[in-house]
DNA sequence: TAAATACATGTTATTAATTACATGTTTGGA
DNA sequence: TCCAAACATGTAATTAATAACATGTATTTA
């Protein structure tokens, strides 16, 4: 793509939570904030050192082991600022919902009694299903009281990923009806 | 991003249901296929000239009016085997699901009353239903018997399409009644 | 104690994608 | 008849993103 350079702005906001290192910072996008944005650390790297360059944050080094030097990367006020205009900056919102290379098969396959059509339904079903499963475990283990007041925008998000994938699950499982009758 | 070059697939898939001629491939990804690809037309250019080295594709020019030259790209029996290869495929499920910056500040945003959300909240919820709107009334268009046998799968993505922003609505919905008690 | 795995940080090469540049034709309406 | 909008096809410059290259440390476990 390219977009406005959104990721400067998300490791921002991941180190307003607190401070990181890089690789913190990489396994951040493996766990809930990958459902919705991605990057790895080849991205990563090169862009704390140009944040930094540009004043937006500052890392400190700490030692661990023998020789081992991490980077711990924080916010400088500058970078705080840059954070919060972006947070309350307009998002328009994206025309085209994304890229899916399953949807767009289906999209060429026009025959509902194609053969390869419900083994490509069942299989992409299991996998949604089991990430939804997945999902929903992370819910109840991370917020058994529902929204919190803290960590809210985690709540949301969260339900964001189930909702997507419950749907994406209903879409896939309808679709089989429909080709089987 | 760096796919798999996905997109000379789908150009295959659009030449295969009729010949086209680049501005209409373009087109193409304004209608329904957008929403699950995007393409413009810098890139769809360069990637017939490649399609039709790879003899994937022929093109035939047509005249129309006095001067204006159009190129009409068709599938070749290799392009319409590589297409059918790629159709048949596994397609491994994209582990992120998509890139969604509103939803990324949303994460950022801890508190319930940071009285920025109602309006965030308010004002994307009016695009995507807006948005749901416009795609029901395309099925009612298109599908007023629901499901059909001919042109399937352009049924299935607007179907996929309808139950996304459906979902997306009601996830605003739901954030703004978590939001606002 | 050896090996495997996770931790940790970078760079390089390549590809994918957008934006902007560039040019011209055809059609329909004011 | 002029003008705007749609039609039509390309290229160049830049950015975003991935994959691969490269290297080394710390911790756990067999």
Redesign the pocket.
Known sequence: ???????QFIILGLLDQQPR???????AFDSDIGEF???????I??Q??KLETAQQVT?HE???????????YALTTTGKTTLENWLSADTEPVV?GG?DEFAVKLYFIQRPDDPRLVQMLTKQGAFHKQKLTHLQEQMTLKFPAGASQHDFGHYLVLDHAIRREKAYTEWLKAALTACEK
């Open positions: 793509m390219a977009q406005r350079n959104i990721l290192t890089g690789y913190e910072l990489t396994q944005w991605s990057a790895k650390h080849s991205q790297y090169p704390l050192s890392h700490e030692v661990s082991g023998e020789k081992l030097v991490r980077k711990r085209g890229k």
